[in-house]
Nanobody
Framework: QVQLVESGGGLAQTGGSLRLSCSAS?????MGWFRQAPGKEREFVSS????????YYVDSVKGRFTISRDNGGKTGYLSLNNLMPADTATYYC??????????????????WGQGTQVVVSS
């Protein structure tokens, strides 16, 4: 069983930046980030393929968020720039040992982190 540990959440002002990290206990392939705002369902944010060569973003974060991963395949990152109050949510890291490409669906992931909270003040 692979464990994912997230870090990097916190409080930011509108226009500010944060960097989230996701550390896996073993090598994983596809990685993704989801978020859940208070009172809303969890939504897809971004995905990266097994070698970092392909990425995908939900329209609302394109140009502001950047997903990346290290060469060892065990750590993923999500850089959040130009933050807006609408980005306030708990952010979850997800990883797969079955999928190698871009994965948009929650069902495509095998492992989940505990979540890290991001709060953006206006």
């Amino acid at each position: 069983q692979v464990q994912l540990v997230e870090s990097g959440g916190g409080l930011a002002q509108t226009g500010g930046s944060l960097r989230l990290s996701c550390s896996a206990s073993a090598r994983v392939y596809s990685m993704g980030w989801f978020r859940q705002a208070p009172g809303k369902e969890r939504e897809f944010v971004s995905s990266i393929n097994w070698d970092g060569g392909a990425t995908y973003y939900v329209d609302s974060v394109k140009g502001r968020f950047t997903i990346s991963r290290d060469n060892g395949g065990k750590t993923g990152y999500l850089s959040l720039n130009n933050l807006m109050p609408a980005d306030t949510a708990t952010y979850y890291c997800a990883a797969s040992h079955r999928q190698w490409g871009i994965v948009l669906s929650e069902d495509g992931y095998d492992y989940w982190g505990q979540g890290t909270q991001v709060v953006v003040s206006s």
